[in-house]
């Protein structure tokens, strides 16, 4: 499966970003998808990941609340809705995906990446 993630920018603090991430080659239902992000200097890191169906969910703790994971599989697209945006959520994010019935957490647990969107939150 290929996965094209876009939608970052550049927003306030306090502002909100959709991320988006389009998938293509193979049935994306049968897909986990999770979405990390890498800030400079810094290694990539866990934010979100959503089961096949998307019934479940879970989160990093430095995103919990503020961001939501979800997904239509009709239309082949992940999403991520980041709300309350700080500037330490500043990074590149990336999304991926793996065959399983469940969601994971690890990035090695992933086969398929997208090539990241940048986002930065300016103070």
């Known amino acids: 499966v290929q996965l094209q993630a876009f939608g970052g920018g550049l927003v306030q603090a306090g502002g909100s970003l959709r991320l988006s991430c389009v998938a293509s080659g193979r049935t994306f239902s049968s897909y986990a998808v999770g979405w990390f992000r890498q800030a400079p200097g810094k290694e990539r890191e866990f934010v979100a990941a959503i089961d096949w169906s998307g019934a479940v969910t879970h989160y990093a703790n430095s995103v919990k609340g503020r961001f939501t994971i979800s997904r239509d599989n009709a239309k082949n697209t992940a999403y991520l809705q980041m709300n309350s945006l700080k500037p330490e959520d500043t990074a590149v994010y990336y999304c991926?995906?793996?065959?399983?019935?469940?969601?994971?957490?690890?990035?090695?647990?992933?086969?398929?990446w997208g090539q990241g969107t940048e986002v930065t939150v300016s103070s």
């Open positions: 991926a995906a793996t065959s399983g019935s469940y969601y994971y957490t690890l990035a090695t647990t992933y086969r398929y």
